[in-house]
C-alpha cells in the first residue's frame, strides 16, 4: 500500500509540475457555482476566493450509486477508492456487478489471496456494452484466476448488523432457479453503477431545474 501511495503521491506531483511549467493556476479548494460565468473556491488553506470564466469545465467525476441496505463506509462495504485503500488482503470479498472496475479490483485482490465472488445480473461480464467473445474469454481467464462467478443474479438486500456481511441474492431474469441465498463476505465491493457526481451543483445554479441532472446548452 505505502508503494501505491509513494506512487500517486509521485505523479499528482508531475500534474502539478506540468500546470506550473504550463502557466495552468492550480487552486486548491472545493468549489460551487455562484453565477453562470462564476465559482466559489472554498481554500483548502483557509478563506474564499471567486474565480470568473467565459466558458467553465465542470471534471468533479463520479461516485457510487447508494445500494438500499448496503452504506458505504469503505471499510467493510467499499467503492474502488475503498478497494485501493485496503490494509490487509481479505478472507473473502463479493463484487456487485461485473463491470469493468469490479473485475479489475476482484482481480488484483483475488491474485493478492482474496476468496473473490462476482455476482452479476446479466449473462455476461463487461456490462452492456462489452464485445461478446471478450466478456467470454475474460470470464474464462478469471474463472482460472478462482474467481467465482455467480452470473444472471440479483442481489436482494444487504445485512452488515453482524461480523460479516450478509447478502441474500436470488436468480435474475434468465438465471438459474434458485432461491435466495445468503453469501457472507468479510468485505463487499459496489460496483454496480456510477453516477456523475453533482455535489457541486446541487443548490446554487439557477441554470439545474432538477438537481438530479445537470442541464448542459
Ligand atoms: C479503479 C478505476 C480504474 C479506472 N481505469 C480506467 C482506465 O484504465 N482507463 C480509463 O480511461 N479510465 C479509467 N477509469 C475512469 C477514469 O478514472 C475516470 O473516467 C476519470 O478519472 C474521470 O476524470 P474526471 O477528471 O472527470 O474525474 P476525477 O479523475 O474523478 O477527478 C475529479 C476531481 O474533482 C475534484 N472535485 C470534486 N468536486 C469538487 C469541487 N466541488 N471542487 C473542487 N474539486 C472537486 C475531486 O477531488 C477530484 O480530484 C478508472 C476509474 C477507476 C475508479
Not at 123 to 134: H, V
Request: glycine share 12%; proline share 3%; with cysteine.
Amino acid at each position: 500500500m505505502s508503494a501505491k501511495d509513494e506512487s500517486v503521491a509521485g505523479l499528482t506531483k508531475g500534474v502539478e509540475f506540468l500546470f506550473n511549467k504550463n502557466g495552468v493556476e492550480y487552486i486548491k479548494g472545493a468549489a460551487s457555482f455562484t453565477g453562470e460565468h462564476e465559482v466559489k473556491v472554498t481554500l483548502n488553506d483557509g478563506g474564499e476566493q471567486t474565480i470568473t470564466g467565459k466558458n467553465i469545465v465542470i471534471a468533479t467525476g463520479s461516485e457510487a450509486t447508494p445500494f438500499p441496505g448496503l452504506e458505504v463506509d469503505e471499510t467493510r462495504i467499499i467503492t474502488s477508492t475503498g478497494a485501493l485503500s485496503l490494509k490487509e488482503v481479505p478472507e473473502t470479498m463479493v463484487v456487485i456487478g461485473g463491470g469493468i472496475i469490479g473485475l479489475e479490483m476482484g482481480s488484483v485482490w483475488s491474485r493478492l489471496g482474496a476468496k473473490v465472488t462476482v455476482v452479476e445480473y446479466l449473462g455476461a461480464i463487461g456490462g452492456p456494452g462489452m464485445d461478446a467473445e471478450l466478456a467470454k474469454d475474460s470470464q474464462k481467464f478469471l474463472k482460472k484466476q478462482k474467481i467465482t462467478f455467480k452470473m444472471n443474479t440479483k442481489v436482494v438486500s444487504g445485512d452488515v448488523s453482524g461480523e460479516k456481511v450478509k447478502l441474500e441474492v436470488e436468480a435474475a431474469k434468465g438465471g438459474k432457479n434458485e432461491t435466495v441465498s445468503v453469501l457472507e463476505p468479510q468485505c463487499q465491493m459496489v460496483d454496480a453503477d456510477k453516477k456523475s457526481s453533482l455535489k457541486l451543483m446541487l443548490f446554487s445554479w439557477p441554470l439545474v431545474a432538477d438537481p438530479s441532472q445537470l442541464v448542459l446548452d
